[in-house]
């Protein structure tokens, strides 16, 4: 629902600031308030060909559809493979852009790249869970783990830097019974 989205969105900003930050010097968090950061992140997940892409993707995996274009769909159980994954992709680009291309799908793939070779993926637990996702077979209701394993980074980041502990478990606790509600 509208809170899980709304999750998603808080952490994929700060996972957004913090690749910036390990990659780039000076980068001002400023940045990420104004139409190049919160801006477009709320229009790509909102609206656009990725969205859409991404949205055809989810409900074929969940549904067990696969390949093929419109009246010729076949249902087949879900792609569980990396190879099957791309192959999946491709027929949804083809099927719905008519020769645009994907931005995203590439994006997550050499983001995590990036990070695994720098050895600093554990930190992006939503970048690790998307691709995971979208690549590797694993089942698209597994997308809350990506924000669930940010918030015990958080609590970790919280605790030891002192800060107050019923404060931040209340919080938690909050975000964990969202968690919960999305699995349902």
Excluded at 90 to 117: C, F, N, V
Aim: hydrophobic fraction near 35%.
């Amino acid at each position: 629902g509208g809170n899980t989205k709304a999750s998603l969105l808080r952490v994929g900003l700060h996972e957004m600031t913090a690749f910036c930050k390990t990659f780039f010097e000076g980068v001002k968090d400023d940045t990420f308030t104004e139409s190049c950061g919160v801006a477009d992140l709320i229009t790509t997940c909102y609206g656009g060909r990725n969205r859409r892409c991404a949205e055809a993707f989810a409900l074929r995996r969940r549904e067990g559809v696969d390949f093929g274009v419109g009246e010729q769909m076949q249902k087949q159980a879900p792609p569980e493979s990396p190879e099957r994954c791309l192959e999946l992709w491709t027929s949804i680009e083809a099927e719905l852009l008519k020769g645009q291309k994907l931005q995203g799908t590439h994006t997550t793939r050499d983001a995590h790249m990036a990070l695994e070779a720098a050895g600093e993926l554990h930190r992006f637990p939503l970048i690790r869970t998307i691709h995971e996702i979208a690549f590797e077979g694993k089942p698209v209701d597994t997308i809350t783990d990506g924000f669930g394993s940010f918030l015990d980074q958080q609590k970790q980041k919280r605790n030891e830097e002192g800060a107050d502990k019923d404060f931040s478990s209340e919080i938690l606790s909050d975000q964990n019974a969202l968690v919960a509600r999305s699995k349902m």
